[in-house]
């Protein structure tokens, strides 16, 4: 009996213990093993393309852990269509000033703990003044960038029919005796329906904002007027024609003239690319960064934005992108070649004049879209160049390829940036 109950114990132990030593290797591998489902962060981005220094993304992941998933849009509307269901899935966005007013009234937004962003108390307050117009007390978003209306040029060619003074007023673009003195070396405008309203209201001093139909009915006949001047309506932001020396004019955005300085020099084409704002003011357009109601990383939302309001991580997206950041410490780690670069930082006085846009509602917008495309293409022929005779104009073959001459690639690139209509 006792023979047999040893040989039980012993079969007992070859079958029982190697699974008892396997469990316990199976934990210890668990414990030393941590979930990353659990540890991974990551925050959810949703900005235009190239809106960032590359570097810097990748150095906010090594200082903090958070790993950034990017994504990018190429219109205002692509972005509300992400809000507007409140399932965005998103974390942080880049917002412009009308859409953050209708994100706001649509209860989209998650409302700031300014404890959580100490990086705020650094923001410029004339900048977040304005941008209090769309959201008051700055409740719901943060400056990150900004930039202006005004006129790009090609030096050598103005001087030649009028001289850089004859860009101090609005005049050059929204009289047709003025602005045809130049329509032969090529006078483009931005397509961007809503600015341009804007800038048209305040030059025929009306509230920039206004909604009235009778003001933008008046808006739009006085545009109208630009078309049989204007070579074409650019929907891109891309200014090589300028800074190849096919074009001489175009209204537009400032960190389109900046870039535009840096692609004439880079192709020594050697055409100075100029910028002015004409007196009266123009307008201001603000990108700003916000957290979605729905963010499923918050606290991640706050470490990015803080981050990014760091005066040295700003500093470094402006020198990238050519944009003026909000933050005005961040002038310290700037080169001068930026800081005195008007198109981008302009005087104090200058900054007085700026005004900002409105949120149209759904019968304005529809107005305005129409008039917009009577403007672009009414019964009145767009303007002729000089260079367009004498390249066989529509028919031209080179469109798109490397200009010989100037060495400046004519790109088609998709918008990133200021490149679409901002409303």
């Known amino acids: 009996m006792n023979r047999l109950f040893r ?17 316990q290797d199976s934990t210890a591998q668990n414990k030393a ?11 959810n981005l949703y900005a235009w393309a190239d809106y960032f220094d590359p570097k810097v993304l990748d150095d906010f992941t090594k200082e903090t852990g ?9 219109t205002s509307e692509a972005l509300d269509a992400h809000l507007a269901p409140g399932r965005s899935g998103y974390d942080v966005v880049i917002i412009s000033g009308p859409l ?6 649509s209860d989209l937004l998650l409302k700031l703990n300014k404890a959580k962003l100490p990086a705020a108390k650094g923001l410029w307050p004339d900048i977040m003044g304005r941008l209090a117009i769309y959201d008051p007390g700055n409740l719901y978003a943060v400056n990150y960038m900004w930039f202006t209306m005004g006129l790009t040029y090609n030096a050598k060619m103005i001087e030649d029919r009028q001289g850089a ?15 045809k003195k130049f329509s032969d070396c090529g006078v483009d405008v931005q397509d961007s329906p809503n600015e341009l309203f804007a800038a048209t209201l305040h030059y025929m001093g009306v509230n920039p904002r206004s909604k009235s139909l009778v003001d933008l009915k008046r808006a739009a006949d006085l545009l109208y007027g630009l078309r049989r001047n204007v070579k074409k309506f650019r929907a891109t932001n891309d200014l090589s024609d300028l800074a190849g020396g096919d074009d001489c004019l175009t209204l537009g955005w400032s960190s389109d003239a900046a870039q535009a300085r840096k692609q004439a020099a880079d192709s020594a084409s050697g055409v100075t690319v100029g910028y002015a704002i004409p007196k009266g003011g123009t307008l201001i357009l603000l990108d700003n960064l916000a957290i979605p109601k729905d963010a499923a990383h918050p606290d991640e939302a706050y470490a990015l934005i803080n981050y990014l309001l760091r005066p040295d991580i700003a500093a470094r997206n402006t020198k990238a992108t050519r944009f003026a950041n909000g933050v005005p410490a961040s002038k310290a780690f700037l080169p001068s070649e930026i800081l005195s670069d008007s198109s981008i930082y302009p005087d104090d006085a200058t900054m007085k004049s700026f005004f900002v846009m409105g949120l149209y509602g759904a019968a304005e917008q529809a107005f305005v879209a129409k008039e917009w495309l009577r403007v672009k293409n009414g019964d009145i022929k767009p303007a002729v160049t000089k260079n367009d005779k004498s390249k066989g104009g529509k028919n031209d073959k080179t469109a798109g390829k490397k200009d010989e001459k100037s060495g400046v690639k004519k790109t088609e690139k998709a918008q990133s940036r200021a490149g679409q209509d901002r409303r």
């Open 66 to 74: 958070i790993k950034i998933a990017y994504d990018t849009y190429d």
């Open 100 to 105: 953050l007013q209708k994100a706001i009234a």
């Open 165 to 179: 003074a004859s860009l101090a007023s609005w005049d050059v673009i929204f009289r047709p005796d003025v602005l």
């Open 33 to 43: 093993a941590p979930d990353k489902s659990v540890q991974e962060k990551v925050v």
């Open 7 to 23: 040989c039980f114990v012993l079969l007992a132990a070859f079958f029982i213990w190697p699974h008892a030593a396997f469990a």
